[in-house]
């Protein structure tokens, strides 16, 4: 029984893992977006949480993905006077969102969700020699 707790477990791991990539790709997708007019915000980069919860069935604690958080950084500006979206100085706010980040989150996620899928891999090798080690008996 523990082998699927413990498949339970990596499971919720790489769907937490999953919702992460998808905030990720959101953000490079909206990495060079500019705002609709003067004075309107950029795309605002989001940051995924995570909570733990707990199966009342089997008694184990789960990771669950909770809400995005807005990132409070400071927008990058760039001198654009021709640009519709341009104030008074000629400067247009971008995204708060940097691409360097954004692949370092990428590459983290993607290791845990291998890691979570490694240990789901090994217990169901486990399972598999201990059915083989009972058949023989």
């Known amino acids: ?5 413990s498949m339970m477990i990596a499971a919720a791991g790489m ?5 992460r990539m998808r905030v990720i790709a959101q953000n490079m997708a909206n990495a060079n977006s500019t705002p609709s007019g003067p004075g309107v915000e950029p795309y605002r980069r989001q940051i995924p949480s995570f909570k733990n919860v707990m199966d009342k069935e089997t008694g184990v604690d789960l990771v669950s993905s909770s809400k995005t958080i807005s990132d409070t950084s400071p927008f990058q500006k760039r001198f654009d006077p021709g640009h ?27 290791q845990s ?9 090994a217990s169901r090798n ?12």
Request: charged content about 20%; aromatic content about 6%.
């Open 1 to 5: 029984m523990e082998i699927f707790k």
């Open 15 to 19: 769907k937490a893992q999953g919702s």
């Open 84 to 110: 519709p979206s341009a104030d008074e100085q000629g400067y247009i706010q971008l995204p708060n969102v940097n691409g360097l980040i954004e692949m370092m989150d990428m590459k983290d996620a993607q």
């Open 126 to 137: 486990m399972m598999s020699q201990t059915v083989s080690l009972l058949r023989r008996s």
């Open 113 to 121: 969700f291998q890691a979570n899928l490694n240990l789901i891999k």
